[in-house]
RNA sequence: GGCGCCAUCGUCUAGUCUGGUCUAGGACAUCGGCUUUUCAAGCCGGUAACCCGGGUUCGAAUCCCGGUGGCGCUACCA
């Protein structure tokens, strides 16, 4: 039988979603598409002083915002209300409740005990690792039987200090190993009395290879690592520990994830050898650079979904950029509905080295999305931009203006500065209205005449064609640049915008002339 | 410092496994042209790269070795 492929995307809620996450999920939900397989999402928040529920919902709702599904996983409370059938058929079928702890498990995934809530969705629950203590004392209790764990009762300052004093002496600095042989009994009494201590992994010392999906055999020495820290408390695990109970309780059959993972990896093999577990695939991701090369998700500035979301990218958009930031298809195509690159996806193609972040191309694909969008739909973005700038207009005109500056904006949010004009007209300067050096009078006198000639024009024939066949004929006596230019400016008040004969058909008669009358009495 | 990973145009990358078809292809950006009153879009064209040094070979971007550089990790974070 084939082994169905599972993946994961486990962020810790320590902060938002961010564009180095959301290509993670990406790829993970990608490659269990393309295989049949399930994409998982469990919530890594063992880290009780930086998680924070907002932040899982940031990254839920993101991760919905960008149409990334997860099969298994925690829901939002907003779906939660919604979905009262499907969680019945779920639960039903949860194994019968077990002893709390020290029971080996009837089979692999099952959890014991009923979990403590129920808003997930998939056989593997609990998706939080805060609501899986059981199962991490579980397995903590095989390792202190096989005496493969001990309590450490070093304090954070002496290892502190022995560290330094390793790295000044040029070694690698790891554990010395001082509390390996405190006995058992010895040491939960004196825990008991109140000693704070935490619980260390002994790690064999051997050479750790393991096949990367992307980058090939890796192999680690664990000598060099010391005894690596896998929880504060029985119930309290640490990452490396708690990663290797998920990923084998939850049936994982591909580690997709960030290449800062690389050196956990042989930590969590010797874990997993420990406890007897299978080794999944693995594939470590390049990292998403910042333009100075340094790992984007360090430095500070624009990095979290929600803050391009709020710019106006489009979720097409974002995953289309990310999933081209360390991978390519076989062809050269570049622009790709999600059905297609599912289709086309594979782990192989992604690269090894890291990807610089690029805004100029990010823009380009937005815009490209934004062109691809009809003016109705691309109305519904802007809604809401609309609406809060209270531009009073009705979806009529706001369509007309959408139609044509659909081509010149990047982003959502730039339709604000570009679009403006067509509600309110801006402040302006008498000298934009002049076209290189053309004086003032005659400028003036060419506004003039073009708007006795714009009178004459009855307001339903205020139209783009007819406008033309009048003005046209004018340019070329005055000389286009000299009738144009100060035209444009005195109806849109900018250096830049659409043409003339566009923007008064939207802005019709009235409003035209009095923007020309305006632009008048500047001169 | 130690360990690990990586290395093709400014950037994202194709090509590398299976040496020749690579005087290295595409995209973004940039430059020029067309269109044009401006900006954008569109179309056409240009500039631009195999990190360095050895080796193997008739032949190397591709294989091997050695440098150099960059990044990541080095927690009672994940």
Not at 224 to 250: C, H, T
Not at 366 to 395: M, Q, S, T
Request: glycine content about 6%.
């Amino acid at each position: 039988m084939k082994q169905e492929i599972r993946t994961r995307f486990a962020p810790s809620p320590t902060g938002p979603l961010h564009l180095g996450g959301a290509r993670t999920a990406i790829f993970n939900w990608l490659f269990a598409k393309k295989m049949g397989g399930a994409f998982i999402l469990r919530i890594e928040d063992t880290d009780a002083e930086r998680s924070d529920v907002r932040f899982e919902r940031d990254i839920m709702e993101n991760l919905r915002w960008l149409r990334i599904f997860w099969d298994e996983g925690p829901i939002l409370e907003t779906e939660l209300l919604k979905s009262e059938p499907i969680r019945s058929e779920i639960f039903e079928s949860e194994p019968q409740s077990r002893g709390p702890h020290g029971r080996k498990p009837q089979s692999r995934g099952q959890v014991e005990g009923k979990p403590k809530t129920k808003n997930y969705i998939g056989n593997f629950g609990p998706y939080r690792q805060t609501e899986r203590t059981e199962r991490y004392a579980y397995f903590m209790d095989t390792l202190f039987e096989k005496d493969l764990a001990y309590y450490c009762f070093c304090s954070k300052e002496e290892l502190e200090m022995r560290r330094q004093e390793m790295l000044l002496g040029g070694e690698a600095p790891r554990y010395s190993g001082k509390c390996r042989d405190i006995r058992i009994k010895e040491a939960r009494e004196r825990k008991k009395r109140g000693e704070s201590c935490i619980i260390r992994f002994k790690v064999p010392e051997k050479k750790v290879t393991f096949k990367d999906i992307i980058r090939g055999d890796i192999s680690f020495n664990s000598a060099l690592v010391g005894d690596i820290a896998i929880a504060k408390d029985e119930r309290m695990p640490l990452y490396n520990f708690s990663v290797v109970v998920d990923d084998f309780e939850m049936q994982i059959s591909h580690v997709i994830r960030g290449e800062e993972h690389l050196p956990n990896t042989p930590k969590q093999i010797l874990i997993q050898q420990a406890l007897k577990m299978p080794m999944p695939a693995y594939a470590h991701l390049p990292l998403i650079l910042a333009p100075d090369k340094s790992k984007m998700s360090k430095r500070v500035g624009l990095f979290n979904i929600a803050d391009y979301r709020e710019q106006g990218y489009l979720p097409e958009a974002v995953l289309n950029f990310l999933v081209l930031l360390g991978w390519h298809p076989e062809d050269n195509q570049e622009m790709f509905a999600a059905d297609g690159l599912v289709e086309k996806f594979s782990l192989e193609r992604i690269q090894k080295a890291g990807a610089i972040f690029n805004a100029q191309k990010f823009d380009w694909i937005n815009g490209e999305y934004i062109r691809k969008l009809n003016n109705a739909a691309l109305l519904e973005y802007l809604r809401p931009l609309i609406e809060k700038r209270e531009w009073l207009k009705d979806d009529a005109f706001h369509l007309k203006v959408i139609a044509i500056e659909k081509e010149r904006i990047k982003r959502l949010s730039d339709f604000l500065e570009m679009a403006g004009f067509f509600y309110q007209l801006p402040e302006y300067g008498s000298k934009m209205l002049q076209w290189k050096n053309t004086p003032a009078d005659e400028t003036a006198a060419n506004l003039r005449l073009t708007v006795e000639e714009l009178e004459k024009v009855s307001e339903t024939e205020f139209i783009k064609g007819r406008l033309e066949r009048i003005l046209v004929p004018l340019a070329e006596e005055t000389g286009r640049g000299e009738l144009y230019w100060p035209l444009r400016v005195s109806l849109s008040g900018k250096e830049a915008s659409p043409g003339p004969f566009e923007i008064m058909e939207i802005l019709g008669k009235e409003e035209s002339t009095r923007r020309i009358r305006i632009a008048l009495e500047k001169l």
